[in-house]
């Protein structure tokens, strides 16, 4: 049975796009096979994330328009050959995303996919309500900071009430997990972070996993490289431990260090 | 030795009173949006009883939730046709 994951946060630049590719990416290395799907109609990043941008040739929208056939539009990643992404339009109108439209699409990529992996665009709108609307789950990424979180909330919500498992299932409503990213354990000792248990407390949905804070993220989109493909990275590792909990593997919660020595570390000639 | 310099911050404890703010702040959040979703529900409901025994306007029922901390009030508010209309009509 395929599944639908929607990445959402309601607030933006949360790291939601760096989730889909390194979630999509980590599915695939699995074998699963697995399509990221970008609803952020007029920006377009997830390909560029992805680093298949100069191989786009159709998109969703076009698909939805009846312009192209699905098959035409999803690009397959040259790393993986159980990964595809289907990119959006840089379009900007935005009622380009129809429901129906939508549900079709999915509709088709359950038969092929065993993932489809949709990242929502910010905000609660259009887009982001069409991104959640047919999801089976949620992942809610999330930062430890106060507006991301209130958002977060705030968009858990609306999985409880605005979807199709919501207003039309009968079964179980979309299954929320937390994805606490750009995590700074430093600040986090320092007091000036939010801790994991108390954003826990709050929004009180299960953990998928703690993203920390790292250089290496910028250095994967740089070269268009989903970051579970950096073996070094730090977020990487912890990318890989959430995509084993999201397949339902019981291991234990860690934030794998950072790689890059502390000033103190690289004086005493510690540094790895 | 560089433990210690390293378990002695300076806990600004910001991050303590984030929480704080966010638990209220979340607590209001939340029963506006429980408001939200009943108000609607409970329009309807309330107009369809008053439209078996008298014949009103579709928007004619209006209803405001107000809360408060030591008190809540629920005002209700239906528009019906006055006597006289009645009488013409
Ligand atoms: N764990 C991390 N460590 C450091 N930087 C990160 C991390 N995660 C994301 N970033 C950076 O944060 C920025 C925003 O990330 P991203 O584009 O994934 O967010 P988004 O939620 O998709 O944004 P939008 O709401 O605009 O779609 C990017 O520059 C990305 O490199
Ligand atoms: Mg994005």
């Not at chain 1, 695939?28 to 941008?53: P, S, W, Y």
């Not at chain 2, 910001?14 to 929480?19: D, E, G, H, I, Y």
């Amino acid at each position: 049975m395929a599944k639908t994951i929607v990445v959402t946060s309601g607030k933006g630049g949360v790291g939601k796009t760096t989730s889909t590719a390194a979630i999509g990416a980590g599915l695939a290395k699995r074998g699963h096979k697995t399509v990221v799907i970008d609803f952020d109609v007029g920006l377009r990043n997830l390909d560029l994330i992805m680093g298949c941008e100069r191989r786009v040739v159709f998109d969703l929208i076009n698909v939805i328009q009846g312009d192209a056939k699905l098959k035409q539009a999803l690009v397959k990643d040259r790393r993986l050959d159980t990964l595809s992404v289907l990119p959006t339009s840089q379009t900007r109108d935005k009622d380009a995303l129809t429901p129906e439209g939508v549900e079709k699409v999915l509709g088709e990529l359950k038969e092929e996919f065993d993932y489809i992996i949709c990242d929502s665009p910010a905000g609660i709108e259009r887009g982001a309500h069409l991104a959640m609307y047919y999801a089976d789950e949620a992942i809610v990424v999330t930062n430890p900071e106060v507006s991301s979180v209130r958002d977060s909330d705030r968009v858990l919500g609306l999985l409880n009430s605005k979807t199709w498992r919501a207003e039309k299932g009968d079964g179980d409503p979309v299954k929320a997990h937390l994805l606490l990213t750009r995590y700074d354990t430093d600040r986090v000792a320092k007091g000036e972070m939010m801790p994991i248990d108390d954003v826990l407390e709050i929004l009180a949905i299960p953990l998928l996993g703690i993203i920390p804070e790292s250089t290496t993220v910028l250095r994967a989109s740089n070269v268009g490289m989903p970051v579970v493909m950096d073996e070094k990275s730090n977020a990487g590792r912890a990318y890989e431990d959430a995509v084993s909990r999201l397949i339902g593997e019981q291991i234990e919660m860690r934030i794998p260090p950072e790689e890059r020595p502390s000033l103190l570390r690289r004086f005493l000639g510690r540094g790895a | 030795m560089f433990r210690f310099l390293r378990q002695q911050p300076r806990r600004s404890d910001s991050a303590k009173a984030a929480k704080e703010r966010l638990q209220i702040l979340l607590a209001h959040d939340r029963s506006d949006r429980a408001r939200d979703d009943l108000l609607p529900l409970l329009q309807r409901d309330i107009l369809e009883v008053v439209k078996r025994h008298m014949r009103v306007d579709s928007d004619a029922v209006e209803i405001k939730l107000q809360r408060g901390d030591d008190m809540s009030s629920l005002e209700i508010n239906i528009e019906v046709p006055d006597a006289q209309s009645r009488q013409a009509g």
